[in-house]
């Protein structure tokens, strides 16, 4: 049984855009905050960026803060992670999650431990960036 499901990652060359799109499934998104994280191999995994419920409130990591944007669309229960001017460094695999009872988006964000922590989380999109 799928709760969330990724897509839209690919292989781009620097300086291109991917949006990521986040899908729910059994469960309605629209009372989760949610949010987007990365592993980029040998490396520990980080955050992206969050959302709130309401999606007025944002979150996002000093890397991809002014390139990246974060949506949601509950009636679509779907979240998106617009991804310009994409550097190598931005090479990772894309995890999305939802989470009820951490609502505070830099809480969600900054929070550590594996993605089992959350109340849902996906199976991961690649994007790689390289010319």
């Known amino acids: 049984q799928v709760h969330l499901m990724e897509s839209g990652g690919g292989l781009v060359q620097p300086g291109e855009s991917l949006k990521l799109s986040c899908a729910a499934s059994a469960f309605s998104l629209s009372i989760y905050a949610v949010g987007w994280f990365r592993q980029a191999p040998g490396k520990e995994r980080e955050a992206v960026s969050c959302i709130s419920i309401s999606g007025d409130t944002t979150y996002y990591s000093d890397s991809t803060e002014g390139r990246f944007t974060i949506s949601r669309d509950n009636a679509k229960n779907t979240i998106f992670l617009q991804m310009n001017s994409l550097k190598p460094e931005d090479t990772g695999v894309y995890y999305c999650?939802?989470?009820?009872?951490?609502?505070?988006?830099?809480?969600?964000?900054?929070?550590?431990?594996?993605?089992?922590?959350?109340?849902?989380w996906g199976q991961g999109t690649q994007v790689t960036v390289s010319s």
């Open positions: 999650v939802a989470d009820h009872w951490i609502q505070a988006v830099q809480t969600l964000c900054t929070i550590s431990g594996p993605l089992e922590r959350f109340d849902y």
